[in-house]
């Protein structure tokens, strides 16, 4: 089982200050991203890239475990193909002439702590192949599958798995610190 | 980019393949909508088929444009879409919970 992270008191002036330079940084990609090469949009981008920094900070504050490199680097190709798979599988099912749907639900508890991990899990469980999250209660996910014979809690567990890998949470006991 | 004409050629034709694949998702998302029994299943085939379907069209507008200004800003919107699609059919999906609607069974 894993516990709930807090934050922890009193964190060192440089934390805090790392934290919002990452922030500023991502909200600077984005707006760069946005409005492209044109100087002059800055006017309005710096104040809304600070603004969305600060609110960002407000709504979400850092959590103790940062996102790992290695993790991401699992996850996307991991997620791509499930993804694919997903799309392929519900093609399959659409526009066949004979439907091949047993629908039902399945109840998931997971072992993720609450906060954005088990936020994210339980969005990208809608991305793949027949599964679809219906409910989340606490750690225990309702799971709708467009068919009762696919392997669910396999491919729950596995996405599971990618999750506390990108998320630097220990699937142990022990926590990151 | 400083690349040939030959070269900015078969990107181009790339793009083009990826789009053309992309675009049976859309379809199959949409015959999904209609020929589906009840609001979860509707929901399966809308967000999973419609984000692989717009994730070829992403990567062929990529690789015809040329520029990956452009490049960064379609993974951005492929992203932003993604995350809109998943929440939305997780809060959809509740709410329909919440209403005791009964998925449909097979029996």
Request: glycine share 6%; net charge positive; proline share 5%.
């Amino acid at each position: 089982m894993i516990r709930d992270h807090h934050v922890p008191r009193g964190s060192t002036l440089f934390d805090v200050n790392r934290h919002s330079f990452l922030r500023i940084l991502v909200f600077s990609a984005v707006w760069w991203v946005l409005t492209g090469s044109d100087i002059s949009s800055w006017i309005v981008g710096i104040p809304a890239v600070l603004i969305a920094s600060k609110l960002s900070l407000m709504l979400s504050p850092p959590s103790q475990c940062p996102l790992s490199l290695l993790g991401a680097l699992h996850f996307i190709p991991f997620f791509l193909y499930q993804s694919f798979r997903g799309g392929i599988d519900v093609m399959r099912r659409t526009l066949l002439r004979q439907q091949l749907l047993d629908p039902g639900l399945v109840s998931y508890v997971t072992i993720l702590p609450r906060g954005s991990a088990r936020i994210f899990f339980v969005n990208t469980i809608s991305l793949l192949p027949g599964t679809l999250s219906a409910k989340l209660d606490e750690n225990q996910v309702t799971v709708h599958t467009l068919d009762r014979g696919m392997p669910v809690w396999a491919n729950i567990q596995a996405l599971e798995y990618h999750v506390a890998a990108l998320m630097n949470i220990s699937t142990q006991k022990k926590n990151c610190l | 980019m400083a690349a040939t004409k030959e070269t900015m050629e078969i990107l181009y034709n790339c793009g083009t393949l990826f789009i053309i694949l992309g675009l049976p998702f859309f379809l199959s998302g949409t015959v999904g909508l209609i020929r589906f029994p009840d609001i979860y299943t509707r929901l399966h085939a809308l967000t999973k088929a419609d984000n692989v379907g717009l994730g070829c069209i992403v990567c062929g507008l990529a690789l015809q444009s040329g520029s990956w200004a452009v490049t960064a800003k379609l993974l951005l919107i492929w992203l932003l879409v993604l995350v809109a699609s998943s929440a939305s059919c997780h809060l959809i999906a509740r709410s329909a919970m919440q209403k005791n609607i009964e998925p449909w069974t097979r029996s």
